[in-house]
């Protein structure tokens, strides 16, 4: 069992995205320039393969790719998933890959998934340590979700994991600082959910209140949720008490400006300290502006699954009668 999946988002409205260009430019430069800083060795090694993807014949589908431990990498493209159903198309992490995908970025699909790995003892994909992601939605027109992740264990690491999020802290900013995001954060994974609105009952609370592909147009007028890193845009800066209040709070460790007007909002030095209390310290310090709606504590999942869940870092109270 795998442990759970960081989550490194930005909500970006792309007409606010600097000289990026439209959806295609910015979603083929997250997957192109991040896919390089963090594997840039193993984008060299598949840069020379073929476009499309050729593996040994196989009889059967669990039959293996190829031999175990052989490096991979593709991106994929997805189309419909609304109206239609979903069709998805993959070629080979390379050059000629990329080339590939440019052109199908032309007219822009539902989602685009880049993902590097090795083959394992099987010679399945399985074990992938690259996977980002850019998606958009038909409710939410103009925004776009840029999405890396990382797994659990590389943050909590005693000996690398401050280094690992300090690389993915500063990628991410790097990102922040060039396209204006509406919302960003560093979090377990929930697909493209935040915490809180994954913890809001649906008997309760309609899709437009805590399903991503419409909570994205309101991101600016309310905040998605608050988490380890919790990227503030310009709009709500003002309505949260400002940057003076939010840095005397006591709530963070970090209250960074951005070009955009927004806050970058980091809780602790380390993510293995964001505990109880300090989620509790920046549900407060954001109550003004977060969505409101009361989430409720998931269902304790019985082994051997539970390894795999990840803990919910909420308080269970609705933000909009918290007192801030």
């Known amino acids: ?18 000289g990026f260009g439209g959806f295609g430019e910015v979603a083929f430069r997250w997957l192109d320039e991040l896919s390089m800083a963090v594997a840039g060795d193993a984008r060299d090694s598949l840069k020379g393969l073929p476009a499309r993807v050729v593996t040994r014949p196989r009889e059967e589908p669990w039959d293996p790719l190829g031999e175990p431990g ?31 995908l440019r052109k199908q970025l ?64 500063a990628a991410l900013r790097s990102w922040a600082d060039q396209l204006n995001p509406g919302y960003g954060q560093i979090a377990y994974a ?8 994954d913890s809001l009952p649906p008997a309760q609370y309609p ?32 309505p949260a008490g400002g940057p003076d209040r939010l840095r005397d709070c006591g709530a963070f460790a970090a209250v960074d400006p951005l070009p955009g007007g927004g806050l970058w909002l980091l809780a602790t030095e380390d993510f293995r300290d964001y505990n109880a ?29 539970v390894d795999n869940s990840p803990p919910q870092l909420l308080v269970f109270e609705d933000a909009a009668t918290a007192g801030g």
């Open 106 to 169: 032309e007219d822009p699909p539902t989602r685009i998934t880049l993902e590097i790995g090795h083959l394992d003892d099987m010679g399945h994909r399985s074990g992938r340590s690259v996977f980002l992601t850019a998606k958009h939605s038909v409710h939410s027109p103009g925004w776009l979700v840029l999405q890396a992740r990382d797994r659990e264990h590389r943050f909590l690491d005693p000996a690398h994991g401050p280094e690992v999020q300090r690389g993915w802290l």
């Open 277 to 305: 209390d300090a989620v509790e310290r920046v549900f407060r310090a954001l109550a003004p502006v977060l969505r409101p709606g009361r989430p409720v504590p998931k269902p304790a999942v019985p082994p051997p699954l």
């Open 70 to 100: 052989e490096l991979w990498g593709i991106v994929t493209v997805t189309r419909g998933g609304v109206t239609a159903p979903a069709k998805t198309a993959e070629r080979n992490c390379s050059a000629a890959g990329f080339r590939w």
């Open 190 to 197: 929930r697909g493209f959910a935040t915490a809180l609105e």
């Open 1 to 18: 069992m795998t442990d759970p999946s960081i989550d490194m988002q930005l909500n970006v409205d792309v007409a606010t995205a600097g």
């Open 207 to 238: 899709p437009q209140h805590r399903t991503p592909e419409y909570t994205l147009n309101d991101c600016r007028q309310m905040l998605r949720g608050y988490s380890w890193l919790t990227i503030l845009p310009a709009e709500l800066v003002k």
